[in-house]
């Protein structure tokens, strides 16, 4: 039988109060992914970077599953969270794409 671990954490007060996100830019390498999370507000000429997360691609996948986990206890308690009737192919883009970031990926 497997033994559940427990993780004692402690939270600082400024990192408590968090930081608001409405934009997340993901890239990969072959051994890290990189989630900057942004906020674009009206009037502002582009999205502020708040913070950069670097991890493996084992604990993106992680990630991804906690938050499907968690997306769906959300849902099965509140309802189905709407994405303004875009289609769900057309969530997500790539950088390279984008003529500032260029076929290379983003540049940092």
Known sequence: ME?????SLEIKPEIAKGTYSNLAIITHS??????DFATMLPGLPKPDIGNRI???PEH??????????NVTKY?????????????????????GDLPQFGPGGAKS
Do not use: C, V, Y
């Open 60 to 69: 993106a996948k992680r990630l991804l599953n906690a938050l499907m986990d």
């Open 75 to 95: 849902e099965n308690q509140f309802g189905l969270i709407s994405l303004g009737g875009q289609p769900q192919q057309d969530n997500t883009f790539n950088l």
């Open 3 to 7: 033994e559940k671990k427990e993780i």
């Open 54 to 56: 670097i991890m493996t």
């Open 30 to 35: 072959h051994s890290e992914f990189i989630i």
